[in-house]
């Protein structure tokens, strides 16, 4: 199959067109700011979230268990958001491993290996503060 001239240059505008719209939503999204909000909500759920808004995987070693209680005063964007989940992970004591888009939370070598350890909370709370 021949093409012409004429299909190459509409083919190789077409190209150029869909690589500058897709350049403005990719701008149009890192601009979107977030104000999150949690109570009592499963770490997993989060992660699984700012994984949607960030396209990256996170995978949660079996044994990963929190409940997260957080909200921020100001506005955060997708990468903001994403810091702000990983520090709340190390701050309950897990290891964060980032490997490109894969960001790992992991037990910290030290941990009881039970069967199934307890579920964390963030921020810790004892029975007095309930």
């Not at 005063?73 to 309950?92: C, G, N, Q």
């Amino acid at each position: 199959m021949h093409l012409g001239p004429r299909k190459i240059i509409v083919s190789i505008v077409a190209v150029v067109v869909s690589a500058a719209a897709w350049g403005q939503v990719t701008k149009l999204e890192t601009r979107v700011k977030h104000r999150p909000a949690f109570v009592d909500s499963d770490f997993g759920q989060i992660a699984k979230y700012v994984g949607e808004l960030t396209s990256r995987t996170f995978q949660l070693e079996p044994g990963v268990c929190a409940q997260v209680t957080a909200h921020w005063d100001k506005a955060l964007t997708s990468e903001e958001f994403y810091a702000e989940v990983l520090a709340i992970a190390r701050a309950m004591g897990y290891v964060v491993v980032e490997e490109g888009l894969v960001t790992k939370i992991q037990l910290a070598p030290d941990t009881p290996k039970d069967p199934t350890p307890p579920c964390r909370r963030y921020p810790e709370r004892n029975s007095q503060n309930r």
